[in-house]
């Protein structure tokens, strides 16, 4: 007899500024777009992003936070509960590398204490023209302490599934399965309330 599949849920943050990169990463490996027709009100996208770890169905709901100010209040609502983060940054532009800690700290007090936290460095493929060197990741790792790095890039497809899937391997080793797996029947039950709305 074979044993019924266990399914984990949760919700993790994308930040970082505008234009690095965050949209395009996340499309790339989304397996299912969700609740996407409050993305221009609110300035938030939703992804969803499904894969198996050790016969566990994962499911990751991304939300891809928006910049503008006028959105401060609801980035903090969306935070809420969120249980891992990415924090991306361009590598040709240092100042997006700079503001890692202001994004961070912009959300802090609304992540899990024990949420994975993973430095993102896009647009892998204009290594050519980088401003962010290995010395600099490694200050940011003594002042943030964030759990892993990965160099990534949307246009030629790298490091992106890595970086999704290390992320679902430590949020299930961090997390307790009650946890995880009864957020993955209420999300089942809103997504079914979701279908029969729209039906
Ligand atoms: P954001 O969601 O963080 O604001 P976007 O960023 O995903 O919208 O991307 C911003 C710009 O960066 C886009 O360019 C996009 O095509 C480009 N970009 C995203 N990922 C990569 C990558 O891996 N490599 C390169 N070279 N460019 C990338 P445009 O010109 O469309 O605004
Ligand atoms: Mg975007």
Redesign the pocket.
Known sequence: MSAAIKEAFFKVLVV??????????CTQITTQEFFSDYNLTVGCDFFIKRFYVNNISVTLQLF?IGGQDQFEKLRKAFAGGAKGIFL?FDITRRDSFYNLEQWYESVKDNLDFRAPMFLIA?????RKSAEIWSEDITSFQEKLAFDAYFE?????GEGINEAFEAMGKMLLSRFDENEYSKEAQKMKFLEGAQRGVRS
């Open positions: 970082g500024d505008g234009a690095v990169g965050k949209t395009s990463m891809d991306t896009t647009k892998k493929d204009l990534t890039s949307a246009y030629i």
